[in-house]
């Protein structure tokens, strides 16, 4: 199979694509809808229609989780009657829970939004954590047949919930899904945060929306297929949930324990979202406490410990790569953990208290401390603004400073799970939001005059900080997408600015048997790989070289245990990920390889335009 037929096989016609999208969400609704029958604490309101999706694309998800062989092995027209089963039930729904939303102006900016970035999510996935692992994993799991952990592959280990939602619409809508959906997360997320915010006013709601959309970090977040939009919309479904579900403390508590636990599903970062949930919702306890923590530990441990339960049973850690140390001590997976730790504190963040005291100033606008991207000096008013909010209604309602510290230890919570963890600003993106809504509760407490001013100059600040490459991206992508679908390699070759790497999978998939194994070594993007693979950077992974072997002798039997018929070798200079601490140990790696192929173990294939990619036949 060569290249061109492999993208061909991977991809669906875009408007394929579009509309396994809209049958997600409409069927998330359905089932949304369909579960919270037996609990009708959710009051029907413009705020319950994102809530309700968010809940059934929670439980999609989960279901997706354990029948993995099933949507692995089933038909693409019974995923798509299915699918098309739950939508038809949330067309239904949404017949009547749509009355006089179409009234509301914010779904005209949500339309001009939609239109402006669906060139982007409309090309194939380039970026290289969406070939590594975002869109590579979920069709590694189709091809496997079940939700099993990859050896090779780490991120396969996370919890991901994310992963499996794809899993149906990637079989569906094919390799476009994964950024397809993150679209369509953020169609939900701007609105939705908009009506959160509509009470304190329509011209508050809409430049403070405004001020979130226009930072820096937004159109990084919203072209990639990362998993911050599914924690955003846990978060968002939970605060909604705290606002409809006020007058039913029991099915309150457990929502509020489902979405903290899917936000930690998401992936480990995510339980900054868990805790700031944890805290606003303790907030609201006042009598029959036992039974309401009953209840947020029930909807919690339903939400989270599937997932992690599935990694625990897989490599005898719920946490892998991470906590290895602990778990697993001395061994191979103690050395991947170390790997991906030092990714995390040495290329992005600062130490120390000073670190933690000043990071949260530093994220609006230091784009080289974090991971290159900011949230906009905007981001610092809107702070303010809601510390002020919190000092003024403290100062002229003495009583409610006791509500008030629950608001201050959830943000505090999510803010040093941060800074403790991993310190990349997409990863503090929630914090964003937060403070937003803070800046939201200063609204009424200000005179006509004092808000205009405050509204002016986060509006002002949020235009300053602007950051014309990031929107210019989506100008670029409506010229760009029609090549991704016509030309496809030509594409990636541009957009993923490695024509090097791309020249060789055209030669893999002309010249190499179609049932060779290939081990990437020094590389680990996968996804557009026409052959089967695994992944072999030292260190990186555990299921091979990991630690790199003492002599050739050791490298050859560690390739025969492999598999592998072919080794692909190359540092790519796209790789964002490059750490020079393990330089030693790759030189020692790639001498054995040296050695090997002058012993003749392994063949040197020439193959002509590939720069400092090398592939080798293993004899």
Known sequence: MNLELHLAQLQQPPAIAL?????????????????????????????????????????IALCSLFAAPLVAMAPRPVLWAVLGAAALYGAFRLRRDLTGIFKRPVLLFTAGFG???LGSALCLPYAWDEQVYQAALPFRYLTQGSAAVLPDNPYSALASMNHFLLLIPCKLGGVL???????SSYLLIFPWFYLLLERRGKVAAAILTLAVVLAPVTPVMNRNAYAEGYILLNLLAGLTALRLCRKQPMPMALYLGFFSGMAAAVKLTGGGVSLALFFLWLGTLDRDRLRRFGCYAAGAVLGMAPFYLRTFLCTGNPFYPYGSFLFAPGTPAAEVELYHTQLG??????????????GWILAAFDRKTFDGVTFGWQFLLMAAAAATAAWLTGRRSPGR?????????AVSALYLFWAFSS??????????????????????????????????AIGAAAAFSIFPPGFNHYRQAWKLHTLSTREPVKFLSFAARDPEYFTMLEYIGKHIPADSRLLLVFERRGLYVPREYRIGTPCFQQAHFTPVPADAAG???????????????????????????????????AGHLRTLLRDGALTLVEVPGTGAYTLLKVN
């Open 19 to 59: 509309i396994a999208s809209v049958l997600m969400l409409a069927a998330g609704y359905g089932i949304g809808a369909l579960a919270t029958l037996p609990f009708p604490a959710i009051r029907r309101s413009a705020l319950s229609i994102p809530l309700l999706t968010v809940l059934g694309l929670d439980l």
């Open 115 to 117: 239109v402006f970035t």
């Open 177 to 183: 899904m994964p950024r397809l959906l993150v679209w």
């Open 345 to 358: 504190s040495h290329l992005y963040g600062l130490s120390g208290l000073s670190g933690i005291l000043s």
């Open 401 to 409: 400073f006791r509500i008030l510290r629950y608001p201050v230890f």
């Open 423 to 456: 310190q990349q600003t997409r990863f503090l993106y929630p914090l964003l939001f937060l403070a937003a809504l803070g800046a939201g509760f200063l609204m009424p407490l200000l005179t006509m005059k004092q808000r205009r001013l405050c509204l002016i």
């Open 555 to 589: 490298t050859l039997s560690a390739i025969r245990h492999s598999g592998a018929d072919y080794l692909l070798i190359g540092a790519s200079s796209q790789d964002p990920d490059y750490l020079e601490a393990y330089n030693e140990e790759n030189a020692r790696l």
